[in-house]
């Protein structure tokens, strides 16, 4: 069997493959809290070639955290949203009527993530797993904490408080980026959502109720991940976060309580302008 498109350059660069084994010991250097809360963003092929792939990066997540620790990754699905704000591509106004009526409701079962890569997607489908209700901004739970993570999850609050994000803060969570940046960090967002004063937008998309499928509408932050590069960077550069290999690539591990905060007052003294809407993390 041929390499499928850009494994070859994952083979290249690779000494010798990762496994579940050997992904396990690279977390537990890295100090991955067994027993802990873990929000995951990761791109697989950073890691290098692996033996049975996100799977395998999956089960040494878990194999790290062990039976009673949680494993949270974010599971959005932006796709579900006001056509009236695409742009990528655009679509004719006359369609936006037809796309508000017959758009399939988000479900939590059924719905995949867009976006978001490969391991969300796996954990989403994982067996156990528990699943957020926002159509826009759902995260997937596996372990000790997903119900209580994964509980009702406000329209309006999407990624700030009320939401999974919130929760997993709440129990004291880590932040764990594997072969990502801060760019795709989500836990700033709900930083940014602690910050007085910035912008907010409307939104829509077609949920569930207890009545059927409708076309709900509602406020919240417009939220913008441009400049977390930067302010990843920052943190940082206080040693905020532990960074060590994981497979080839490199892992960032990191308090969520502690980014959170510093986000707040790095976000507060930066943001001298409105925020930008449309542009939220994600995954490779």
Do not use: K
Request: with cysteine; aromatic share 6%.
């Amino acid at each position: 069997m041929s390499c499928v498109s850009g494994e070859r350059s994952v083979i290249a660069a690779t000494r010798e493959p990762a496994t579940r084994a050997s992904l396990t010991r690279d977390l537990e250097r890295l100090d991955v809290r067994r027993g802990g809360v873990l929000v995951v963003h990761a791109s697989v092929s950073a890691l290098g070639w692996v033996c049975g792939g996100a799977e395998a990066v999956v089960w040494a997540l878990l194999d790290a955290l062990g039976p009673d620790g949680t494993l949270v990754a974010p599971t959005h699905t932006n796709a579900n949203s006001e056509p009236n704000e695409w742009s990528a591509p655009a679509v004719p106004a006359d369609w936006w009527p037809v796309i508000r009526a017959h758009t399939p409701p988000f479900d939590p079962a059924i719905t995949p993530s867009r976006g978001m890569g490969a391991l969300p997607e796996l954990v989403r489908t994982w067996p156990g797993a528990m699943r957020s209700t926002h159509p826009h901004y759902s995260f997937a739970a596996v372990g000790a904490e997903a119900e209580a993570i994964c509980a009702p999850h406000p329209l309006d609050r999407g990624l700030g408080d009320g939401s999974p994000l919130a929760r997993a803060e709440e129990r004291d969570a880590d932040v764990l980026l594997l072969g990502i940046g801060h760019g795709s960090n989500t836990s700033l967002h709900l930083a940014e959502s602690r910050v007085p004063g910035l912008a907010r937008a409307a939104s829509g998309a077609a949920v569930r109720t207890p009545a059927g499928r409708e076309w709900a509408t509602w406020e919240d932050v417009a939220y913008d991940a441009d400049d977390f590069a930067a302010l990843g960077a920052a943190f940082e550069a206080t040693a905020g976060a532990g960074v060590g290999p994981v497979g080839v690539g490199a892992g960032r591990l990191m308090r969520q309580r502690e980014v959170v905060a510093f986000g707040v007052e790095w976000l507060g003294a930066h943001r001298g302008r409105p925020s930008r809407a449309g542009n939220v993390t994600g995954n490779r």
